[in-house]
């Protein structure tokens, strides 16, 4: 796996006590494409990751050419969950459609890797993601649709702060089927007041 030390330093975006972000980049293909496979029951219908060297290199396309020193031109933007202490790939938050002027808004999508899934390391790994969505990126909402039976996805972003906002039927064709979703988002001003009572 690339180590952080074979990395280009703009890969690195945000680091926390366990895990860091950071770009993907095309030498992560085997790697990623390794804990897809391992990761297909648990992401069953929920989500499909990339699973062929193409799709990997389509995902890398859309979500991996984010510039540190141009964030505001950004439309998509993805970054890999890795553990501090092995650089392990335990996730992937993808930050896409993003909208800009009077809108200022987003879709987040993500899902963990096995056997990483319950281990606290994507809801570390979702702060940093906020920072980069509220700070970086200067978003006023970041919204994220959860089909109703992922009671794991929806705890994630509930403890985040994310606040449901509504139901969309057939929402997204996943596995060959059209799914409904529940409509989760979190706004910049609940993410800052969530942040000053956490420091009080």
Excluded at 24 to 48: I, M, N, Y
Excluded at 135 to 158: D, G, I, K, Y
Aim: net charge positive; aromatic share 12%.
């Amino acid at each position: 796996m690339p180590s952080r030390g074979t990395l280009p330093p703009a890969t690195i975006r945000r680091r926390g006590a366990r895990v860091y972000l950071r770009v993907p980049v095309a030498a992560d293909a085997a790697e990623f494409l390794a804990a897809a496979k391992t990761s297909r029951r648990l992401h069953g219908a929920w989500v499909q990751a990339s699973s062929t060297h193409a799709q990997y290199l389509a995902f890398l396309r859309r979500f991996g050419g984010f510039e540190p020193g141009n964030p505001l031109a950004a439309s998509h933007v993805g970054f890999l969950v890795c553990r501090c202490e092995d650089d392990a790939i335990v996730g992937v938050f993808n930050i896409g459609e993003i909208v800009r002027g009077l809108f200022k808004s987003a879709y987040l999508g993500y899902y963990a890797f096995a056997p990483y899934a319950e281990s606290g390391y994507m809801s570390e790994g979702l702060e940093l993601v906020l920072h980069v969505v509220f700070r970086m990126l200067q978003l006023h909402r970041v919204e994220a649709n959860v089909q109703p039976t992922n009671r794991r996805s929806l705890a994630l972003v509930r403890r985040a702060g994310f606040i449901r906002e509504g139901f969309s039927r057939r929402y997204v064709r996943i596995a060959g089927r059209w799914r409904d979703h529940v409509r989760m988002a979190l706004l910049v001003e609940d993410w800052r007041a969530r942040r000053k009572k956490e420091r009080r």
